[in-house]
């Protein structure tokens, strides 16, 4: 398939399990996850595969072990097909942008693995140092979630914005405790479907994240960064990167920016790229999409082999 875009899930999709069906049947797959246990000193792959989930769910560990699950099953898709994907684009959701580089070629797996490891324990830093948390706003429309996230920041002092566009009707909003507080309760009475606390208490993509900032920029400063072989669409600007200046910048700058997924798939649509898959468990990112634009009703999504050995049987 020539005109393909490889999508990659962000933390919170990893769950126990993933990636053992890829690696009983492929060794492309079981040779990323290896080489992850000896990167990292320590037995990723056991974590993923037999958890327990609080360990697997922790930010330190979360953001390795997605990515080392998307990684193996692109190796495994390229392994079942016998070549290289032939990409024109990728994307990845806030930390899956890590595996979207890799996919490109941007990033060896060594480099994202220590940063992405690196990326988790700085969050978890800032939760201690700027303590704050994150709330999903359904069915109220971003302009008024903007103006009511402005008030609370008004009327508290405290920061807040939207941080995660994912898809028309789906927001999240992220900052500090009391403007977080209020800006949940003012969507609430402005008639939003559900408002939902999200169970961690760290304030992604926001300025809260300027209390790591440095630390993470030293970490990306070192990394050795490559012209992707394709584009690879920012989370922060909805535009691909194509240098290794504009991964770096936006690297760093991702740490306190909003996600903007949904202007991210507008793009790659408006662009005229049709084909779609998302690497990775979950599933979240193809459900994204069939709220983002109804014309893409099921988007493969390969987290085992048997999605895999189906998405290689239809015709192209």
């Excluded at 993923?48 to 390795?64: H, K, M, R, S, V």
């Excluded at 194509?242 to 408006?270: C, F, H, K, N």
Aim: with cysteine; proline share 5%; net charge negative.
């Amino acid at each position: 398939m020539s005109d393909l875009v490889l999508l990659f899930p962000g933390q919170g999709s990893q769950e126990v399990g993933m990636g053992a069906d890829l690696i009983a049947h492929s060794p492309a797959a079981a040779q990323v996850f290896d080489r992850a246990d000896e990167v990292l000193g320590f037995s990723l792959s056991r974590l993923c595969f037999e958890g327990p989930e609080e360990t697997l769910t922790d930010t330190i560990n979360a953001q390795p072990a997605l990515l080392t699950a998307s990684v193996a099953a692109l190796r495994a898709l390229e392994e079942a097909q016998g070549a290289p994907v032939a990409a024109v684009a990728a994307a990845g959701h806030s930390m899956g942008e890590f595996s979207a580089l890799v996919s490109a070629g941007a990033l060896d797996f060594d480099d994202a693995l220590r940063l992405v490891r690196e990326r988790g324990r700085l969050m978890k830093l800032a939760d201690e140092l700027a303590p704050g948390g994150m709330a999903a706003i359904i069915a109220l429309d971003t302009e008024v979630v903007a103006q009511l996230c402005a008030s609370a920041r008004e009327s508290t002092g405290a920061f807040v914005h939207i941080a995660n566009d994912n898809c028309p009707g789906q927001l999240v909003i992220s900052g500090d405790e009391a403007a977080l507080v209020a800006a949940m309760q003012a969507c609430e009475e402005a008639g939003a479907r559900k408002v939902v606390r999200l169970p961690i208490t760290i304030a992604a993509h926001s300025p809260l994240m300027g209390a790591v900032e440095d630390e993470f920029a030293a970490a990306v400063n070192a990394a050795r960064i490559h012209t992707p072989a394709f584009p690879v669409i920012a989370n922060s600007s909805a535009q691909p990167l194509l240098s290794p200046d504009d991964i770096r910048r936006e690297l760093i700058g991702q740490l306190r920016s909003a996600v903007r997924w949904t202007e991210s798939m507008q793009y790659l649509i408006g662009q005229g790229h049709s084909s779609f898959v998302e690497l990775g468990p979950g599933g979240v990112l193809a459900g994204l999409m069939k709220r983002i634009d109804r014309q893409f009703k099921k988007i493969p999504s390969l987290a085992t082999w048997g999605g895999i050995e189906e998405f290689l049987a239809k015709p192209a």
